[in-house]
């Protein structure tokens, strides 16, 4: 069969639906369709399915592995873990050990790298240092210090800048309240300092505190991983179409008509017809293809849309070597160009060795490191991972670097919708404005939800499109044959 040669049929009452992208957004939704009763073509372009969900197995499938794109599930993301649930892999489901847990992961204070159990010393230092000498309370500089720690090891630069701006208003809201409930243990509970008292947020410049939730979410508990990679959602999903999904099928232009939408395909550009059509093509790629029959409205949000990048190394090492020093898991903050590494594991054969995502990072950072030729990204990470871990530089001790620069990847070009600093009305009527369909053509996909970035969002968009497109079947009744190709 030619690679191109896909034929829409129908029968019943059920249309043939095609869903453009296999990602998570994708694959719900022809799970979902399917199981209402339509046929399901799924159109991919790459290679591979999964889309920003991208398990690198270094070793073969029971060997360590890195998670290049999506890799924690928070637990009040229901919709995640309801297909987690419906896969049969919630038995596979661990604490994820979030950046600085770990007393033993390494932070960098005032230039020198820190271990998190002898942080506060260092902190309360830097923190005097920033407020220019005056006098504060040690446990109002030391939750101070752990909030520009944390920031400095989860945000991009520009909110790097803020909070160090902040730092006198922050100081002095905290000076006014009693500490002693977050600061037990060797790294301060920030996440319910913060939620408790709203002063500390209002302390805060308003782009800042939009990057609260994400910050509160990404350095506390409360987040799951799976044991086996988190693959294991989408292979999972694509197991149970019946159609199997088409890789290697690049979309390369849309025409909406009044019966139809007609999809092109691939360089040779031939155009396929089907009643109905769900696109969950991140809009940083649809914008580049042609489309018609589009509201001017819609193509408007298509090319303005914000996205952030990301880029993702992980390196595969002989051994665990970081389980020597007591690190059992979490991430340390190392900052420079790497700016986070997590800790991994062996897979099931520990003579594989074991992976570890060597730099993660995003928005400003993931650009100097994601637009830089593979080789040279790959050197600098492991240059700046030696000064973290001598160990990397032993001979032998790392076999293979493996990376994606989100922002550069064709079917991508980007990590994330970025809606941060948003006001809640600009932000509900962008969402409407990217999920609103143009007849035929649906949308979903992270980028049509409120709270972009995860995966929850993208399942969350699709769950809204998937009634409204067997509503328009069922309405329209039994309205396609066969396919048609021009
Ligand atoms: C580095 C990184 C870390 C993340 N971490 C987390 C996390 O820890 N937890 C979490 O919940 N979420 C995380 N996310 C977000 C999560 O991965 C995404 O929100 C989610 O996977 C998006 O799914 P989607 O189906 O909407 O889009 P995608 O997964 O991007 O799917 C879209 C699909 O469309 C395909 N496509 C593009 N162009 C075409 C074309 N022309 N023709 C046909 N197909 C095309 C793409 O190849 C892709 O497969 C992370 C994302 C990244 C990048």
Same mark, same amino acid.
Do not use: F, L
């Given at each position: 069969m030619d690679r191109f040669d896909v034929t829409p049929t129908g029968r019943n009452g059920r249309a043939t639906v095609a869903v453009l992208g296999a990602g998570i957004s994708g694959l719900v939704a022809a799970y979902e369709l399917q199981r209402l009763g339509h046929e399901v073509d799924v159109l991919e372009a $790459?290679? /591979?399915?999964g889309g920003r969900v991208f398990t690198h197995r270094f070793a073969g499938q029971d060997g360590p592995f890195a998670e290049l794109g999506a890799m924690r599930i928070p637990v009040d993301h229901h919709l995640t873990l309801r297909y987690v649930d419906t896969l049969g892999l919630r038995g596979r489901l661990r604490p994820f050990r979030n950046v600085l847990s770990d007393p033993d992961n390494l932070l960098r204070v005032g230039g020198e790298l820190v271990r998190v159990r002898n942080a506060a010393k260092p902190l309360i230092r830097y923190t005097e240092e920033l407020a220019g000498g005056r006098s504060h309370r040690p446990e109002a500089l030391l939750l101070v210090g752990w909030l520009h720690a944390t920031v400095r090891a989860l945000a991009p630069r520009e909110l790097r800048e803020l909070v160090r701006r902040d730092t006198g208003k922050l100081l002095a809201a905290a000076g006014r309240l009693d500490l002693t409930p977050y600061l037990? $243990?060797? /790294? +301060?509970?920030l996440g319910a300092a913060l939620r408790r008292h709203p002063e500390l947020w209002r302390a805060c410049s308003s782009r800042l505190q939009s990057f609260l939730d994400d910050l509160i979410r990404e350095s506390g508990t409360g987040m799951c991983h799976l044991a086996g990679g988190m693959d294991q959602l989408t292979e999972g999903l694509a197991a149970r179409l019946r159609r199997p999904v088409l890789t !290697? @099928?690049?979309?390369s232009g849309i025409d909406v008509r009044r019966d139809e939408v007609r999809v092109r395909l691939g360089r040779r550009g031939r155009a396929v017809g089907y009643p109905v059509v769900l696109c969950t093509i991140p809009f940083a790629v649809l914008r580049h293809l042609p489309l018609t029959g589009v509201e001017a409205d819609k193509l408007d949000v298509i090319s303005t849309l914000d996205y952030s990048p990301a880029t993702k190394v992980g390196v595969h090492c002989r051994r665990a070597f970081w389980a020597d020093q007591g690190i059992t898991g979490g991430g340390s903050a190392p900052g420079g160009r790497v700016r986070q590494t997590y800790y991994g594991t062996t897979g099931k $054969? +520990?003579? /594989?060795g074991a992976a570890l995502l060597g730099s993660y990072t995003i928005a400003e950072d993931a650009d100097l490191l994601g637009r830089l030729p593979e080789p040279a990204r790959h050197a600098a990470v492991l240059h700046e991972l030696r000064d973290l871990h001598p160990e990397f530089g032993r001979p032998g001790m790392v076999r293979d670097v493996v990376s994606v620069a989100w922002g550069e990847r +064709? #079917? @991508? /070009? !980007?990590?994330a919708a970025r809606r941060w600093g948003m006001s809640a009305t600009a932000l509900a009527r962008e969402v409407e404005r990217a999920a609103r369909p143009q007849g035929r053509l649906f949308f979903a996909g992270e980028h049509c939800s409120p709270a972009p970035a995860w995966l929850n969002a993208g399942i969350a968009s699709t769950l809204e499109a998937v009634p409204r497109i067997d509503d328009l079947a069922r309405r329209t !009744?039994? #309205?396609?044959d066969a396919g048609r190709s021009a």
């Open positions: $790459d290679e /591979r399915i037990k $243990d060797d /790294r +301060p509970d !290697g @099928h690049a979309i $054969d +520990p003579s /594989r +064709p #079917w @991508h /070009r !980007g990590c !009744g039994a #309205w396609y």
